[in-house]
């Protein structure tokens, strides 16, 4: 089984989801306004999770969003 890399396209959204990740997980950094427009999209869609939890949710789904496209031809 031969490995593909991934687009950049999912890179980019890798590094996207794990900057997402990170702030609204609080530990290295965190931005405001950010942690407050994903909690409010969060609370529109009606998911009661806690912004830790998705952020910790979104740095485990980061690289294995990389994973998936190195591994999976067209992602």
Not at 16 to 30: A, D, N, P, R, Y
Not at 42 to 48: D, E, K, N, P, R
Request: proline share 4%; no cysteine; charged share 5%.
């Amino acid at each position: 089984m031969t490995t593909n890399p991934p687009y950049l396209a999912t890179v980019v959204i890798a590094i996207v989801l794990m900057v997402i990740g990170l702030s609204l997980e609080g530990t290295l950094f965190s931005v405001a306004a950010l942690n407050q427009m994903v909690g409010d999209i969060l609370a529109t869609v009606g998911i009661a999770a806690g912004a830790e939890l998705v952020g910790r949710v979104l740095i485990v789904l980061s690289p294995t969003l990389l994973i998936i496209g190195s591994l999976v031809r067209g992602i």
